[in-house]
């Protein structure tokens, strides 16, 4: 059983170009959570998603960034104008059910630099 | 609003001793207390959590956590530490679906 999926694993952009991170969750699982890992510092929530439905957008800067799950495919975030602030490690994670309780699978990240 | 905190930024274990690293809630209502572990470029691997019942959580790679309601304190333990645990840990607490992080320990387990 394939974990969760993220591709690229790394990504280079310069300030002003669009970046899109991909991730595929575990088989079975329909529940998709981005985190965002800043240099030397914790995982910040980001955005829930379930297929076609965000769910919680609460961590989502207001501009620039969105994210989708869409009926087929992975989940695509999407970074327009990144800017050098945006380099992090952004983590993708997805579980089986959506209980509090249930632990999260996380994907090995993606690693946005912007030049 | 729920949150843990992470005392210590690095702890520091001789090989075979055991080891601790300190994490610390607040709660409103039940708390789901989760670790993680992450190996340099990777993601982030499950170890254990509390969700109710025993105080004494048994996870992954020989690794437990004590559940402490009265201290708000979720340590988590090994009898004794290996070259290989050397990584940075995580505790986090469910928060309507989504986890809130501390802000790591890193553990350094020296020959």
């Known amino acids: 059983n394939a974990g969760v999926m993220q591709n690229p694993r790394h990504l280079v952009r310069r300030r002003g170009q669009e970046a899109r991170l991909r991730c595929s969750p575990m088989?079975?699982?329909?529940?998709v959570y981005w985190y965002r890992q800043l240099p030397e510092e914790g995982l910040k929530f980001m955005v829930y998603?379930?297929?076609?439905?965000?769910?919680?957008e609460s961590g989502m800067p207001k501009e620039r960034f969105s994210a989708e799950f869409p009926k087929e495919g992975p989940s695509i975030l999407r970074i327009q104008q990144v800017v050098r602030g945006d380099s992090a490690a952004y983590f993708c994670?997805?579980?089986?059910?959506?209980?509090?309780?249930?632990?999260?699978?996380f994907g090995p990240g993606t690693r946005l630099t912007v030049l | 609003a729920q949150s843990v905190a992470q005392p210590e930024d690095q702890v520091n274990v001789a090989e075979g001793n055991p080891l601790t690293v300190k994490c610390t809630y607040s709660?409103?209502?039940?708390?789901?207390l989760f670790w993680y572990v992450q190996y340099p470029n990777r993601g982030l691997q499950f170890l254990l959590k509390?969700?109710?019942?025993?105080?004494l959580v048994k996870g992954s790679y020989g690794f437990e956590a004590e559940f402490n309601k009265s201290q708000t304190s979720f340590h988590l333990k090994k009898p004794s530490a290996l070259v290989s645990d050397s990584a940075l840990y995580f505790c986090?607490?469910?928060?309507?679906?989504?986890?809130?992080f501390g802000a790591g320990t890193r553990l350094a387990v020296h020959p």
């Open positions: 994670a997805s579980s089986e059910l959506a209980g509090d309780y249930n632990e999260q699978f």
């Open positions: 088989k079975g699982h329909s529940h």
């Open positions: 998603l379930q297929k076609e439905n965000i769910i919680d």
């Open positions: 709660v409103s209502g039940n708390p789901y």
């Open positions: 509390y969700i109710t019942g025993d105080n």
């Open positions: 986090a607490v469910r928060d309507t679906r989504k986890l809130i």
